[in-house]
């Protein structure tokens, strides 16, 4: 999808719910519109070859509405950092953020 738009995907990483990517669209093309095609193609291609997924994500919707962009000038050592590094903080946040909940009506615990 991104070689038929002319867009170079420079970095990635998959994430259990997300996805990293560090692309490079040309200038003539807006990110939205990437964006919207990316999204959009892609979905269609994994309920195509996985027919399993149409029942599990209702109405055909893969991908959440929106998404996160930011330009990259200088700093594109950075991103690539975070892009590597994000699963691993990811998974000590989690680590860290871990609690036992209890029903303050029940006073026993969640499950």
């Excluded at 995907?9 to 807006?30: A, F």
């Excluded at 519109?33 to 996985?50: C, I, P, Q, T, V």
């Excluded at 893969?62 to 892009?83: D, P």
Aim: with cysteine.
């Amino acid at each position: 999808l991104c070689q038929y738009k002319g867009v170079k995907i420079i970095e990635g990483h998959m994430m259990p719910d997300h996805v990293h990517l560090l692309v490079s669209i040309p200038p003539k093309q807006s990110v939205s519109s990437f964006m919207g095609y990316l999204k959009e193609k892609s979905a269609l291609m994994m309920f195509d070859r996985h027919a399993n997924l149409k029942y599990k994500f209702g109405n055909r919707y893969f991908w959440s509405e929106g998404y996160y962009v930011s330009t990259v000038g200088l700093n594109e050592q950075t991103i690539r950092k975070y892009i590597r590094d994000q699963e691993k903080h990811d998974l000590s946040i989690d680590k860290l953020t871990t609690k036992e909940y209890s029903d303050p009506f029940k006073g026993n615990k969640l499950k």
